[in-house]
């Protein structure tokens, strides 16, 4: 699954991180949410692709998410 975060759109409302802390984490520089080291494609912080066992937690995050920020391909 890959998930792509819009961080012009993140409110920092934490919700992502707080629903799914596995793929969601805070950018301590920014405040935005970020996608953790361990899913990140490449360098980018706002990209990743995550395994099938967290695709509810990530669809939950997704939906629970007030700005629409983060999107799931």
Known sequence: ???????ELCTLCAVCWATC???F???PSEGC???VAQYRVGDEVD???VPDTLSDS????????????IKIE
């Open 1 to 7: 699954m890959k998930v792509r975060i819009d961080r």
């Open 21 to 23: 802390p596995e793929v």
């Open 25 to 27: 984490e805070e950018d």
């Open 33 to 35: 949410s970020q996608i």
């Open 47 to 49: 990209q990743g692709e």
């Open 58 to 69: 990530v669809t939950e995050a997704a939906d629970s998410c007030p700005a629409e920020a």
